[in-house]
């Protein structure tokens, strides 16, 4: 009787550990279909609608003065400076005096052309009365006519050089710049003072050939201070001149654009960043830039298909501007991309709206 009981009591605990097994193995299928669940990654969308967008072209440039807006000076014959009345920077008016050189010179030079015009004067009349006598051959008289003219030349040339020993400005400006120094000697080839007019500025920006290629008169330019589109709006010009060089030393093009009105006056020197609008296209297909995910030398974007999944998609990029980019092939209108949240997406994730206007079918702004 007593091996009976201690059958069935067997029986049990095998059953029960049998039951036991069978829990166990299906907690762990349970856990193995649970880690290979579909991740879910909360995410912006946007939906693709054709729209207008403007390619621009980035460049860097300086303020310059304007052609015929600039005066530069120098000493008539070489000379001493005797007098500085400006510096750099200072607005000066139109004929107001900025450098002195030292007058004994020019005064001695006056005074001997004009003696000697005086006795060219008095041998031409001489010579011109014995001439009329038959006192003195005719080449004699036309010598002295000669002697005369040059003489004319030489005292103008005097006068000439002793009105320019004082520099006066041209023009009403600002000195720009200033190499005076106050008893050197000035040279007539050497640049002793520079004014422009600050009412005229341009901006001179530099490209790449290939780029100058694609640049138009007449273009609109969207003007920054500093070296980025980030800097202060300082307002929209247009492309005056594109030359028709490449410069030497930096081997780029320099485009020459011009701005009527700005928010704040323009610095002579001060750097410039332009955005050139180089296309216009009526319908394009635009995303924000925080939905391109850089892949090696490509990028590429998340696609959401109707069951909110997300699958990655190489795409190619044509122009970008500081917010958005146009897509020119990989992307149709209609299709809705992520756009924050991209950079943390996985293929085949499930989009999770962040808010509930995510979810609602939007538009890319430019």
């Known amino acids: 009787m007593r091996r009976v009981e201690t059958m069935r009591l067997i029986t049990r605990f095998v059953v029960l550990g049998v039951a036991l097994a069978a829990a166990a193995c299906k907690k762990a299928a349970d856990a193995s279909s649970d880690s290979t669940a579909t991740p879910v990654v909360g995410a912006k969308t946007i939906v693709v609608t054709p729209q207008a967008f403007t390619e621009t072209l980035g460049a860097i440039g300086n303020v310059v003065p304007r052609a015929g807006h600039q005066a530069t000076l120098s000493a008539p014959v070489s000379a001493r400076v005797a007098q500085v009345f400006v510096t750099t920077g200072q607005a000066v008016q139109a004929g107001q005096p900025l450098i002195e050189l030292d007058q004994a010179p020019f005064r001695a030079a006056l005074q001997s052309a004009e003696a000697a015009l005086n006795a060219a004067e008095r041998a031409n009349e001489r010579q011109q009365r014995l001439a009329n006598e038959d006192i003195v051959p005719r080449k004699d008289a036309e010598q002295a006519a000669a002697d005369l003219a040059k003489a004319r030349a030489d005292a103008e040339a005097a006068r000439r050089s002793a009105a320019l020993s004082t520099l006066k400005s041209q023009i009403a400006g600002v000195v720009t710049r200033m190499s005076a120094t106050l008893g050197a000697q000035a040279d007539p080839g050497q640049s002793l003072v520079e004014i422009s007019d600050p009412a005229a500025l341009d901006v001179l920006m530099n490209v790449t050939p290939t780029d100058a290629a694609r640049v138009h008169t007449g273009a609109k330019v969207a003007l920054s201070a500093g ?74 974007v998340f696609v959401v298909d109707g069951k909110g999944i997300a699958h990655e998609r190489e795409v190619t990029v044509g122009g970008k501007t500081d917010a958005v980019a146009e897509i020119t092939d990989g992307l149709k209108a209609g299709e809705r991309v992520v756009t924050y949240g991209a950079y943390g997406m996985q293929d085949s994730a499930k989009v999770a709206p962040l808010t509930p206007a995510a979810a609602k079918p939007d538009t890319v702004k430019p």
């Open 227 to 300: 070296q980025s589109a980030n800097g202060e709006a300082l307002g929209i010009g247009s492309v005056v001149d594109i030359s028709g060089t490449v410069d030497s030393t930096n081997r780029s093009v320099a485009v020459r654009v011009q701005a009527p009105t700005t928010r704040r006056p323009l610095r002579i020197g001060e750097t410039i960043f332009g955005a050139i609008a180089v296309a216009n296209h009526a319908a394009a297909i635009v995303v924000p830039l925080e939905a391109l995910v850089p892949d090696a030398d490509k990028f590429k």
